[in-house]
């Protein structure tokens, strides 16, 4: 490799990274998110529709953590 297309690689490299990192907080937050619904179910004395609709909620935040996930661990890939 050639230093321009070192840098160039770097260059892409790094903006992958950055965006690998946002991704990742926002999974960390959806996670949280997650933990504190379960959290609630577990303190409160709630009758199967409620908890149903919470385990809805969590099933849906699941499926959008993988979905960031796999996104995010792809994109570094999508520009080699």
Same mark, same amino acid.
């Given at each position: 490799?050639?230093?321009?297309? =070192?840098? /160039?690689?770097?260059? #892409?490299?790094? /903006?992958?990274?950055?965006?690998?990192?946002?991704?990742?907080?926002?999974?960390?937050?959806? @996670?949280?998110?997650? *933990?504190?619904?379960? *959290?609630?179910?577990? =303190?409160?004395? @709630?009758?199967?529709?409620?908890? #149903?609709?919470?385990?809805?909620?969590? =099933?849906? @935040?699941?499926?959008?953590?993988?979905?960031?996930?796999?996104?995010?661990?792809?994109?570094?890939? =999508?520009?080699?």
């Amino acid at each position: 490799m050639n230093n321009s297309k =070192d840098k /160039e690689y770097f260059e #892409q490299k790094l /903006e992958w990274v950055k965006y690998r990192i946002k991704m990742l907080n926002k999974i960390e937050e959806k @996670l949280r998110e997650m *933990k504190g619904l379960a *959290k609630y179910v577990k =303190d409160n004395d @709630l009758d199967e529709e409620e908890i #149903q609709e919470i385990n809805t909620k969590i =099933d849906s @935040l699941r499926e959008e953590v993988v979905e960031m996930d796999e996104k995010s661990k792809t994109f570094w890939l =999508d520009n080699q």
